[in-house]
T-cell receptor
Framework: QKEVEQDPGPLSVPEGAIVSLNCTYS??????FMWYRQYSRKGPELLMY????GNKEDGRFTAQVDKSSKYISLFIRDSQPSDSATYLC????????????FGKGTKLSVIP | DGGITQSPKYLFRKEGQNVTLSCEQN?????MYWYRQDPGQGLRLIYY???????QKGDIAEGYSVSREKKESFPLTVTSAQKNPTAFYLC????????????FGEGSRLTVL
């Protein structure tokens, strides 16, 4: 079993839809969870950074972590064509750990 | 503007040649990283450096070398020992207080002919 599993998609939704992106993981030592967005042929950019279980909201984006189920989600409300990108989940162990483990990414297309 | 600058953006090399990719940052971050991205593979860590004159191997360091002589610079050499060097290479930096908060460059696409 891979440490981090992420459905590669592609996922295609109409503009205005709510998008749900998910990752599962197997290593219970992961404590910090991140979502990155990557446009085609560009470097990823950090969207959300969360610690442990719970929800975090930033504008149209909500990150959710359920450590008991080893499951993290990113919700995008009122999706826009500009949200079309690949979304990568990432996670790392506790303080002092510099190594992130990335999911393979989910490719999202928002259709006008 | 603050950020990460990678060069060159595209690079073509013959098999057996060493290649050096440049990475410069002006974010005053202590930590710097090199990742490799292949289609359908996600990002894999090659090397990282927490401070000047120190670096550690990541998951796929074989066939690569790095140096960290200045805080701003973290060049990556892809040596002839790397069996499949054709890939998209991403450099990143982060503040020491938040190692997961990576700031990435635009990437360098290396093609070995």
């Amino acid at each position: 079993q891979k440490e981090v599993e992420q459905d590669p998609g592609p996922l295609s939704v109409p503009e205005g839809a709510i998008v749900s992106l998910n990752c599962t993981y197997s290593n219970s030592a992961f404590q910090y969870f991140m979502w990155y967005r990557q446009y085609s042929r560009k470097g990823p950019e950090l969207l959300m950074y969360t610690y442990s279980s719970g929800n975090k909201e930033d504008g149209r984006f909500t990150a959710q972590v359920d450590k008991s189920s080893k499951y993290i989600s990113l919700f995008i409300r009122d999706s826009q064509p500009s949200d079309s990108a690949t979304y990568l989940c990432a996670m790392r162990r506790g303080t002092g750990s510099y190594q992130l483990t990335f999911g393979k990414g989910t490719k999202l297309s928002v259709i006008p | 503007d603050g950020g990460i600058t990678q060069s060159p953006k595209y690079l073509f090399r013959k098999e057996g040649q060493n290649v050096t990719l440049s990475c410069e940052q002006n974010l005053n971050h202590d930590a710097m990283y090199w990742y490799r991205q292949d289609p359908g593979q996600g990002l894999r860590l090659i090397y990282y450096s927490q401070i000047v004159n120190d670096f550690q191997k990541g998951d796929i360091a074989e066939g690569y070398s790095v140096s960290r002589e200045k805080k701003e610079s973290f060049p990556l050499t892809v040596t002839s020992a790397q069996k499949n060097p054709t890939a998209f290479y991403l450099c990143a930096s982060s503040p020491s207080r938040a190692p997961g908060e990576l700031f990435f460059g635009e990437g360098s696409r290396l093609t070995v002919l």
